[in-house]
């Protein structure tokens, strides 16, 4: 393989980049002897006319923050947020290439891959990717699961404070290996907004700024090395977040069935973009409902119940973990 001197090799959610800019925040990969899956370019001022009739429009953003998603003849796809920033995907999802009418976009645009960048590429290759976070006890992945602050990351945060080692955050990748599901590791951080920083107490040279958001970066390897995952971790538990009035005490309650399958099929990374649900990513979540336990773990507003959700959790999660133990034939 040909490498250049400008190349930069990182791997993420099972994925090998090569790009020709340092993707900051993404693991380094070591071994480059193989060809990266997805090749990453930042080209600025090279944003394509997706005006042009050769390309339609097949989701329009609701907001101000959500990218349009437009896609091509050829079947390339686009995310764009006006000419400001623009990712162009070819139809496989080998290739992104990044770019905006203003050179200094950079650091915004890597903002942007981190998420939902790299979540619809992962999405054009049929991956299944859910919105959430994840955390390792004992070799087991537990996903929490729920909408834009519902409270994953920040509770994801505590169970770290317990003792937990982060997995990923945000972008949730879902791999079916025989009849177990796999999560790989994704970015070394949380993303926690202001609220959940006051209470978890966080040391602030731990924290740095999310650029363009109202969100900070708590790298979690300052905590201690083992408070990171970097390996592929089997899926053990589910728990989607659920509002409830306040007058409701925290509680964790099981879900199967129907319900549950509703459940996941609209916990999809990226958010809001139904037409990216494929029958095989139902058939993953159908297969992940009949083996795995799922819960709706339901609280107010996760700062308000962060140390009882939290301590309900852990039990939990300890339980969950006994009984698969006992299943497995091994000791608790």
Not at 148 to 157: D, F, P, R, V
Request: charge should be positive.
């Amino acid at each position: 393989m040909h490498v250049l001197v400008t190349d930069h090799f990182h791997r993420v959610y099972g994925l090998s980049l090569r790009s020709n800019v340092a993707l900051a925040g993404i693991p380094v990969e070591h071994d480059v002897s193989n060809d990266a899956a997805v090749r990453v370019w930042w080209r600025p001022c090279e944003v394509p006319d997706l005006s042009s009739p050769a390309w339609r429009v097949i989701r329009r953003p609701a907001h101000a923050t959500q990218p349009q998603a437009s896609k091509n003849r050829r079947g390339d796809r686009a995310l764009s947020w006006g000419r400001h920033l623009v990712l162009l995907y070819d139809s496989a999802g080998t290739a992104i290439r990044m770019s905006s009418v203003c050179p200094d976009k950079l650091t915004a645009a890597l903002v942007v891959l981190q998420g939902i960048g790299l979540g619809y590429c992962l999405r054009l290759r049929q991956v299944l990717c859910m919105h959430g976070a994840v955390v390792e006890r004992d070799g087991a992945a537990i996903a929490l699961l729920g909408l834009a602050g519902a409270g994953k990351s920040t509770l994801a945060a505590s169970l770290i404070q317990r003792g937990f080692a982060l997995v990923a955050d945000d972008l949730v990748v879902l791999e079916r290996h025989g009849d177990d599901v796999v999560v790989p590791p994704g970015y070394p951080a949380l993303r926690l907004a202001g609220d959940a920083l006051a209470e978890l107490s966080l040391p602030a040279d731990h924290l740095r700024v999310v650029p363009w958001t109202n969100k900070h970066y708590w790298d979690v390897s300052a905590a201690g090395s083992d408070r990171i995952c970097a390996r592929a971790v089997p899926l053990a538990a589910m728990y989607v977040l659920c509002p409830a009035d306040d007058a409701e005490p925290a509680a964790v309650t099981p879900v199967g069935g129907p319900a549950a399958l509703a459940m996941l099929c609209a916990a999809q990374y990226p958010p809001d973009m139904p037409h990216l649900l494929t029958p095989q990513q139902v058939e993953l979540c159908a297969h992940i409902v009949r083996t795995l336990p799922i819960h709706a773990l339901r609280g107010t507003p996760i700062w308000q119940q962060r140390p009882a959700l939290t301590e309900l959790l852990v039990r939990h999660v300890d339980a969950v973990l006994c009984r698969g133990a006992v299943r497995g034939g091994r000791q608790p």
